[in-house]
C-alpha cells in the first residue's frame, strides 16, 4: 500500500512538473531589464513592412524593470523596446517558439551588447550583427586605404586582407545560420546573402550589363519571401523596394514585371502577398513620379479586377475598378482623347485638327485659384516657345453661358495667341475624358497627339521642354519621368 501510494504520488509530481512546463510556456513573456533607465514607461513596438505599430506602454514593476506577458502568443517579427523620451530603442526577435526569455541592456550604452536569457535565437543573431558591424567597419577602412596613392605592394595586401575579412563574415553567416536554420533569425541572415555570379566574358559594358541582371535574376534566391513572420521586419520590407526601385528597369514594363515576381514568389494566400500587394498599390497609386499610374493601372487590373484580393469590399473595389477605367486612355504613350471643341466665334475645332511638333494641352478655368497662379508661367512659356511650332490648345471648362467668362478673361490676359476653346454644351465629355475635375491640367502631346508628359505643374513648362528634345523623350513616351 506504502509502495502504491508512492508511484502515485511519483507520477502525479511528474505530471505537475510536466504540465507546469507547458503551461508555463503558452502565451509569452518578454522581461525587460535596462540599466539607468529613469522613465517608468516603455513602449514596446514592432516592425511591419515600412512603419512601427505600438504594441503597448509598459509601466515599470520597479526602476529599469518591464514586464509583457500573456496567454497569447506574439507575431513573429522584430519588436522594439522604446525608450522614452528620446525614442532610442533596443531590437529583439520573437519568434513562434521563442517567446519566453529576458533581455538586459544598458540606457547609457545602448549600442553595447544587449544580452538574453533562455532565447533560443536572440544571441545568435545578436551575435551575428555584432560580428558583422565589425567586418564591415573593417571592410569600409580598407576600402578607404585602396583609394590612397599607394604602391603595388601594399595594395595586394589590403586586398588580400579584404577578400580574407570577406571570407571569413561568410563563414560567420553560414555558421549561425546552421545554429537554427528554421528560424526568423536565419531568415533575416538570409536576406543579406547574395548569390556569387559566375565569371563572365565581354567587354567592360557587357560585364557589367552581365552582372547586374545576374543579380536581379537570383536576388531573392536565398530567402523565402513568402515566410510570414518575415511581414515584420523592416529588411523584408527594404530588400522588396530595393529589387522594385534599383533591380527593376525604370520603365512601366521593368516595374510591372518586378511587382509580378515579387507577388509571385510571396504566393497569394500568404499574409505577405495581401499586405504587400495593398501597400504596392497605394504607392504607385499615390506616386509623385509621373507615369507611375500605369503601374497602378496594371496591379489593379492584373490582381483586384481579377479576384485577388478578396479582403477588398465590393463598393471599394468597384470604385477602384472605375478609376483605372478612367486612367486607361491618359497613360503615358496613348493617344490622347478625341475632344472637339469650338472657337469663340462658334467655329468648330477637334484637338487633332492641330498641326505641330508639340501640342501643350491646358485645361482650365478663370475661377480657379491655381489656374491664375499657373497663368504667368503658362505666358511666359508662349513667348519663348510660340516661334518653335509649339501650339497651345487651351480649353476652359465652362459650360453654357458661363463660358462667357472664359472669353473674357482671355481677352484681359492677353492670351489671343493661343488656340482658346470651350464646350458650351458638353457634348465632347472633355472634362470627363481628361480627369479635369479639378484645374489645371497639362498635358503634352507629340505630333501626333500621343501623350508625352502629364500631370505636372505649369512652372516646370521651361524646364521640362529642352529637356524633352535633349533626351528624345518625345519617341519615348512610356518611359518613367523621375520627377516630382
Given at each position: 500500500?506504502?509502495?502504491?501510494?508512492l508511484?502515485?504520488?511519483l507520477?502525479?509530481?511528474i505530471y505537475l512538473l510536466?504540465?507546469g512546463?507547458s503551461?508555463a510556456q503558452?502565451g509569452?513573456?518578454?522581461?525587460?531589464s535596462?540599466?539607468?533607465?529613469?522613465s517608468s514607461?516603455l513602449?514596446?513596438?514592432h516592425?511591419?513592412?515600412?512603419?512601427?505599430?505600438?504594441?503597448?506602454t509598459l509601466?515599470a514593476?520597479s526602476?529599469g524593470?518591464?514586464v509583457?506577458?500573456?496567454?497569447?502568443?506574439?507575431?513573429?517579427?522584430?519588436?522594439?523596446?522604446?525608450?522614452?523620451p528620446?525614442?532610442?530603442?533596443?531590437?529583439?526577435?520573437?519568434?513562434?517558439?521563442?517567446?519566453?526569455?529576458?533581455?538586459?541592456?544598458?540606457?547609457?550604452?545602448?549600442?553595447?551588447?544587449t544580452?538574453f536569457?533562455?532565447?533560443k535565437?536572440?544571441?545568435?543573431?545578436?551575435d551575428y550583427?555584432?560580428?558583422?558591424n565589425?567586418?564591415v567597419?573593417?571592410?569600409?577602412?580598407?576600402n578607404?586605404k585602396l583609394?590612397e596613392?599607394?604602391?603595388?605592394?601594399?595594395r595586394a595586401?589590403?586586398?588580400?586582407?579584404?577578400?580574407?575579412k570577406?571570407?571569413?563574415?561568410?563563414s560567420?553567416?553560414?555558421n549561425q545560420i546552421?545554429?537554427a536554420p528554421?528560424?526568423?533569425?536565419?531568415?533575416?541572415?538570409?536576406?543579406?546573402?547574395e548569390t556569387?555570379?559566375?565569371?563572365?566574358?565581354?567587354?567592360?559594358?557587357?560585364v557589367m550589363?552581365?552582372?547586374?541582371?545576374?543579380?536581379?535574376?537570383?536576388y531573392?534566391d536565398n530567402?523565402?519571401?513568402?515566410?510570414?513572420?518575415?511581414?515584420n521586419?523592416e529588411a523584408?520590407?527594404?530588400?522588396?523596394?530595393?529589387?522594385?526601385?534599383?533591380?527593376?528597369p525604370?520603365n512601366i514594363?521593368?516595374i510591372?514585371a518586378g511587382i509580378d515576381k515579387?507577388?509571385?514568389?510571396m504566393?497569394?494566400?500568404?499574409?505577405?502577398?495581401?499586405?504587400?500587394l495593398?501597400?504596392?498599390?497605394?504607392?504607385?497609386?499615390s506616386?509623385?513620379?509621373?507615369?507611375?499610374?500605369?503601374?497602378?493601372?496594371?496591379v489593379?487590373d492584373?490582381?483586384?479586377?481579377k479576384?485577388?484580393?478578396?479582403?477588398?469590399?465590393?463598393e471599394?473595389?468597384?470604385e477602384?475598378i472605375?478609376d483605372?477605367?478612367?486612367?486607361?486612355?491618359?497613360?503615358l504613350?496613348?493617344p490622347?482623347?478625341?475632344?472637339?471643341?469650338e472657337?469663340?466665334?462658334?467655329?468648330?475645332?477637334a484637338l487633332?485638327?492641330?498641326d505641330a511638333?508639340?501640342?501643350i494641352l491646358y485645361l482650365?478655368?478663370p475661377?480657379?485659384?491655381?489656374?491664375?497662379?499657373?497663368?504667368p508661367?503658362?505666358k511666359?512659356?508662349?513667348?519663348?516657345?510660340?516661334?518653335t511650332?509649339?501650339k497651345?490648345?487651351?480649353?476652359c471648362?465652362?459650360?453654357?453661358?458661363?463660358?462667357e467668362d472664359?472669353w473674357k478673361?482671355?481677352?484681359?490676359?492677353?492670351l489671343?495667341?493661343?488656340?482658346?476653346?470651350?464646350d458650351k454644351d458638353?457634348?465632347?465629355?472633355?472634362?470627363?475624358k481628361y480627369?479635369a475635375?479639378k484645374t489645371?491640367?497639362?498635358f503634352?502631346?507629340?505630333a501626333?497627339?500621343?501623350i508625352i508628359?502629364?500631370?505636372?505643374?505649369?512652372?516646370q513648362?521651361?524646364?521640362?521642354?529642352?529637356a524633352?528634345?535633349?533626351?528624345?523623350?518625345?519617341e519615348?513616351?512610356?518611359?518613367v519621368?523621375?520627377?516630382k
Open positions: 500500500m506504502i509502495k502504491s501510494s508511484k502515485c504520488s507520477g502525479l509530481l510536466v504540465y512546463h503551461v503558452t509569452h513573456k518578454v522581461e525587460i535596462l540599466k539607468n533607465y529613469q514607461q513602449v514596446l513596438a516592425e511591419f513592412l515600412n512603419r512601427y505599430p505600438v504594441v503597448d509601466q514593476l526602476p524593470k518591464f509583457h506577458e500573456s496567454t497569447e502568443k506574439l507575431d513573429a517579427g522584430v519588436y522594439l523596446a522604446v525608450l522614452l528620446e525614442n532610442e530603442y533596443v531590437s529583439f526577435i520573437i519568434d513562434n517558439d521563442d517567446q519566453h526569455f529576458k533581455l538586459t541592456a544598458d540606457a547609457n550604452a545602448l549600442f553595447n551588447a544580452s536569457e533562455n532565447s535565437y536572440n544571441n545568435v543573431y545578436q550583427l555584432r560580428y558583422s565589425e567586418v567597419n573593417s571592410l569600409g577602412a580598407l578607404e583609394r596613392d599607394i604602391d603595388e605592394g601594399t595586401q589590403i586586398v588580400s586582407s579584404f577578400n580574407e570577406l571570407a571569413s563574415l561568410e560567420h553567416r553560414t546552421n545554429k528554421n528560424s526568423l533569425a536565419a531568415q533575416l541572415i538570409r536576406m543579406e546573402i556569387p555570379v559566375p565569371n563572365i566574358q565581354g567587354s567592360q559594358e557587357e550589363q552581365k552582372k547586374f541582371e545576374f543579380r536581379r535574376n537570383h531573392f530567402v523565402d519571401i513568402s515566410d510570414e513572420r518575415l511581414l521586419t523584408f520590407f527594404n530588400k522588396v523596394f530595393f529589387y522594385l526601385e534599383e533591380l527593376s525604370q514594363a521593368g510591372n515579387v507577388l509571385s514568389l504566393k497569394s494566400d500568404t499574409k505577405n502577398f495581401k499586405y504587400f495593398d501597400h504596392i498599390m497605394l504607392e504607385y497609386a506616386s509623385d513620379y509621373i507615369g507611375m499610374d500605369a503601374v497602378y493601372v496594371h489593379v492584373t490582381y483586384y479586377a479576384g485577388m484580393a478578396p479582403w477588398v469590399k465590393e471599394d473595389l468597384n477602384m472605375e483605372v477605367r478612367k486612367r486607361k486612355p491618359l497613360l504613350g496613348n490622347a482623347p478625341i475632344i472637339d471643341m472657337l469663340k466665334d462658334g467655329t468648330p475645332i487633332y485638327d492641330v511638333p508639340v501640342t482650365w478655368q475661377s480657379c485659384s491655381h489656374c491664375k497662379a499657373s497663368m508661367y503658362m511666359s512659356f508662349w513667348e519663348k516657345y510660340k516661334d511650332g509649339v497651345i490648345f487651351s480649353g471648362t465652362k459650360v453654357g453661358a458661363k463660358t472664359c478673361y482671355i481677352e484681359e490676359n492677353d489671343g495667341e493661343w488656340i482658346n476653346t470651350v458638353l457634348s465632347s465629355r472633355f472634362v470627363q480627369m475635375e489645371p491640367k497639362l503634352i502631346l507629340d501626333n497627339k500621343k508628359l502629364k500631370d505636372f505643374d505649369a512652372s513648362l521651361e524646364e521640362i521642354m529642352p524633352l528634345f535633349e533626351s528624345n523623350r518625345l519615348k513616351p512610356n518611359s519621368i523621375k520627377s
